[in-house]
């Protein structure tokens, strides 16, 4: 079993920036990647930054050389620095981790509960 648990999340104004974090818990074997997904109402859910085992990262062209994404090994957390917020960035903000809680056991996604974050004036 894994758990995903986002916050960080809330209201702040154009231009300004959140920082989210993600701490996951129970038993993983192997983690492929985490990242973070947003989904607007009545938008699908899309991709924002993900990091790989390796270290790489992958932005959405939408967010790139505004939002970092970031990783502590030791806390089991993923970090999402959002800066230069805009009012188009207001959506519900996911955490995933795709990886393994037994060798044997087949790639599977989890997934946090959200964390809403706004950007009005």
């Known amino acids: 079993q894994v758990q995903l648990v986002e916050s960080g999340g809330g209201l702040v104004q154009p231009g300004g920036s959140l920082r989210l974090s993600c701490v996951a818990s129970?038993?993983?074997?192997?983690?492929?990647?985490m990242g973070w997904y947003r989904q607007a109402p009545g938008k699908q859910r899309e991709l924002v930054a993900v990091?790989?085992?390796?270290?790489?990262?992958n932005y959405a062209d939408s967010v790139k050389g505004r939002f970092t994404i970031s990783r502590d090994n030791a806390k089991n957390t993923v970090y999402l620095q959002m800066n230069s917020l805009k009012p188009e960035d207001t959506a519900v903000y996911y955490c995933n981790l795709y990886g393994r809680t037994r060798s044997y056991f087949p790639l599977t996604e989890y997934w946090g509960q959200g964390t809403q974050v706004t950007v009005s004036s």
């Open positions: 990091i790989t085992s390796g270290g790489s990262t």
């Open positions: 129970g038993s993983i074997s192997s983690i492929n990647g």
